[in-house]
């Protein structure tokens, strides 16, 4: 068969590797891979004659963008409903959600409780619009912890006996973590997501509870370690992220609260982090009510919201491996790209791009496929009205500045 064929003509190719920009590029394209980057001297294949073009003249092409914090069954803002609904309803649902991130630039997602490898199965075989998804299933979370999105009144957990998907799974012991973490590896987890102290969208316990004995995430450290997957962890406060660290656990999601010596332990054990700033900045504010966010949770992310930027700040100094994440919820998801503005006001903003790229496929273990745009990579491209490295923050309205999004290959349309 004939491969499908795409060419990007007059392209400047920003690297994010070392932020240059080189102007004039062919950028050829077979099926969902880059197969050359050519210059202006230099001859194209015969076989490009027919290809389908995207001019970029006096536009800046970059890889496609990598948000490594989303929940792609997370419709509503409260995260229990998607585990109350039927399953063919909310794969509706995360249909819509990732149709949207694919058209603000997202060609890949990291999802940290929630999809599961059917979502993953028809992105991939075509039948729903998304960027490639990362999954790992659902979180796993002690009782009562970040996790288990019963109030206080209610009985029922979803448990690792279910087959439905969920967004929160209740393991507790260390043979029920083992479980649970074996059967989303069965389930093709390309990580585990363990919930290790309180968080924001959970309605009963407190943002500085550390969750899970160290047993319990030992346990899943060595199953996911097994498979040769790697476990991600919820934290807030150092305590929680240090224990995490200790104990192997690779990457911490949000990591607000961190301290200077707790940013030293990811350095040491070439840990990621993944900020995920924008969305408590609009959790903290009036606003949020607007979007079902119970007064509860406003008042939550309002005592963490000043600390975020100062956490920047430490990992920036400190050198950590910080990658780019959002953990937008139900009607909010809109303001996804508004993490690039909140990320601009202390970071360089070739550092925002390279977290949204190439460090977020080394988090993924996708080097050299992911976050470039070289001979070899897949072809996720985006073609952006404003130069990124000039102007990171407008990124935070794609509507203005994501000219086209190329998504394997292809060209999003709409
Ligand atoms: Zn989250």
Redesign the pocket.
């Known amino acids: 068969m004939t491969p499908r064929r795409l060419e990007v003509l007059r392209a400047a190719v920003l690297d994010p590797v070392d932020g240059s920009r080189t102007p004039e590029r062919r950028i050829l394209v077979e099926d969902d891979r880059i197969v050359a980057v050519l210059g202006p001297g230099d001859p194209a294949p015969e076989a490009f004659e027919a290809a389908t073009r995207v001019d970029a003249a006096g536009r800046v092409v970059v890889p496609g963008f990598i948000d490594a914090?989303v929940?792609l069954l997370g419709y509503e803002s409260d995260l229990g409903v998607p585990g109350r609904e039927s399953p063919l309803y909310v794969a509706a649902r995360a249909g819509d959600l990732m149709g949207a991130m694919l058209r603000r630039g997202f060609t890949t997602v990291r999802d940290?409780?929630g999809a599961d490898h059917g979502l993953v199965r028809a992105v991939e075989e075509g039948y729903l619009a998304g960027p490639r998804i990362f999954h790992g299933g659902p979180a796993l979370s002690q009782t009562g912890g970040h996790g288990d999105f019963r109030g206080a009144g209610e009985v029922c957990a979803h448990s690792a006996s279910t087959a439905l998907p969920t967004i929160g799974l209740v393991a507790d012991g260390v043979p029920a973590v083992r479980a649970a973490v074996r059967n989303e590896i069965r389930r093709g987890a390309r990580h585990i997501k363990l919930m290790l102290g309180g968080g924001i969208a959970s309605p009963t316990d407190r943002i500085d509870s550390a969750q899970f004995a160290e047993e319990e995430i030992r346990a899943a450290v060595e199953e996911a370690r097994n498979a040769g997957i790697y476990v991600t962890g919820?934290a807030y406060t150092p305590a929680a992220i240090a224990r995490a660290l200790r104990l192997g656990v690779r990457c911490i999601?949000h990591g607000t609260l961190l301290d200077d010596e707790t940013a030293g332990l990811f350095v040491e054990n070439d840990a990621f982090l993944v900020p995920?700033l924008a969305i408590g900045t609009l959790l903290a504010s009036e606003e949020s009510a607007e979007f079902g966010v119970p007064e509860e949770s406003r008042r939550k992310a309002e005592g963490i919201r000043a600390a975020g930027t100062e956490m920047l700040r430490i990992a920036r100094d400190r050198g950590v491996q910080v990658v780019f994440g959002t953990?937008f919820i139900g009607p909010m998801h809109r303001f996804q790209s508004r993490e690039f503005a909140v990320r601009a006001e202390v970071l360089p903003a070739l550092d925002i791009l390279r977290s949204a790229t190439v460090t977020a496929a080394r988090l993924l273990g996708e080097e050299g496929e992911l976050g470039r745009i070289a001979e070899g990579y897949l072809a996720d491209l985006l073609v952006l009205d404003v130069d990124p490295l000039e102007d990171i923050a407008a990124l935070a309205e794609p509507e203005r500045s994501v000219a086209t999004v190329i998504s394997r290959g292809r060209v999003v349309e709409g």
């Open positions: 914090h929940h940290v409780g919820h999601e995920t953990d």
